[in-house]
């Protein structure tokens, strides 16, 4: 029987190293390799408008910018960009990122929202959107806007459903919309009784001028955002209950008695505005419950300080959901409603999913088109079944007729 054949080696390969002389120190860095000394780019030789120099600009604009020097930073971004040649969109994207970041801490919140505006018109791929909404949500951030907050936060939702830290910071912006939620106060001036009185989910106006708003106003003013889509759901309900604008349109037009205009008013909006918190706490809670589970799950492939942060997030959303009272059932309620989708398959594609580059138009399609769409995908149902186990749940009050 033939002996295997053995596997042979060159002797070469067992020889001991060769020892480096002090004068081989840089024998083996490739060839035109550059050593730098600690904050080289601070240097007068590393000016220029070369590449050496661009580099050099984006470095101490960085390094300003974690210095905390902001004006020093926006300086160095601004003279950078003009620098850079056109063909160069990376970096161009991340120097304007930089410029609005320094603008959003030097309190000029209306420049940094035009440049993030410039940045989501020519973005190109999910990564740009993803980019750009972050900065946006900054930018809202230290406008302390909660509405303008959740819009971006479920537009990053919409790119990345299964990103528990998105989850968990919409469900704070909605506990910091549902603290900004003041008492409704109706001004002391009292309605004719012949008055035409028109009544819309957002506020009721009389034909001399005077309108009483339902809800608090917006920074910008604009119609879409959270509280449009609370007086939407309202506006939709069921036509067995007394929806609360029809409440305030009853509480207006059945006054036999003047005097107690202000105070059956005031009951009239406190009932709405109960109404309306009770939304909003149903869409924090079930945000914390689908967070929670996302976490839960990615804790089996975690360790170091990754699985100590992911383990402090899940104690704070427990406490949260704890504060906002719900009983067992209706938390069960919600845990099957938001958490149907989540499977170990899908959250492999949300970490290793491939970046789309498409162009602006198709881009925007990705995005749900309204705040009240993204709401009534993920918390459309869980009002009507949650009126299943307590009627505190069900959509308006009923206010029963007025008797002067």
Not at 93 to 114: F, I, K, S, T, W
Request: aromatic share 8%; charged share 25%.
């Amino acid at each position: 029987m033939e002996s295997l054949p053995m596997w042979q080696f060159e002797d070469s390969l067992f020889a001991p190293s060769r020892e480096r002389g002090p004068g081989d120190a840089g024998a083996g860095l490739p060839c035109g390799a550059k050593h730098c000394e600690p904050r080289w780019f601070s240097s007068e030789e590393e000016a220029g408008d070369g590449s050496g120099g661009l580099t050099a600009c984006k470095f101490r604009a960085d390094w300003a910018y974690r210095q905390r020097d902001f004006e020093k930073a926006l300086c160095e971004y601004s003279d950078c960009l003009l620098l850079l040649p056109p063909g160069n969109i990376a970096m161009r994207r991340d120097v304007q990122e930089g410029q609005a970041r320094c603008l959003c801490r030097l309190g000029r919140h209306g420049e940094a929202l035009d440049i993030a505006e410039k940045m989501r018109n020519g973005a190109t791929n999910t990564d740009h959107l993803t980019t750009v909404l972050n900065l946006q949500l900054a930018i809202y951030q230290g406008l302390e806007n909660a509405e303008k907050k959740i819009t971006c936060l479920q537009q990053l939702l919409c790119l990345h459903p299964f990103n528990a830290w998105y989850w968990q910071l919409l469900a704070e912006a909605y506990m910091s919309l549902l603290q900004s939620l003041s008492p409704l106060v109706i001004p002391e001036k009292n309605l004719n009784r012949s008055e035409e009185v028109s009544v819309s989910d957002r506020s009721f106006k009389t034909p001399t001028g005077t309108e009483i708003d339902l809800q608090p106003h917006g920074s910008d003013g604009q119609k879409e955002g959270p509280w449009g889509n609370l007086a939407m759901e309202t506006k939709t309900e069921n036509a067995e209950t007394c929806s609360s604008s029809q409440a305030v349109r009853e509480s207006l037009c059945a006054l036999e008695e003047p005097g107690r205009t202000d105070e059956r008013n005031g009951v009239a909006l406190e009932l709405w505005e109960q109404n309306m918190s009770k939304k909003v706490e149903i869409k924090a809670c079930a945000s914390f419950i689908r967070a929670r589970l996302l976490l839960q799950l990615t804790e089996l492939q975690q360790s170091s300080f990754a699985l100590e942060n992911n383990r402090k997030s899940q104690k704070e959303i427990n406490d949260k959901v704890a504060q906002l009272g719900f009983n067992e059932e209706s938390l069960l309620l919600m845990t099957k409603a938001v958490g149907q989708d989540i499977i170990p398959e899908k959250l492999k594609e949300e970490f290793q999913g491939e970046v789309k580059c498409i162009g602006p138009s198709a881009l925007s399609s990705l995005l749900t088109a309204s705040a009240t769409e993204f709401e009534m995908k993920w918390f459309g149902n869980l009002q009507d079944d949650l009126c299943q186990f307590d009627r505190q749940f069900c959509s308006d009050t009923y206010l029963p007729p007025l008797v002067a």
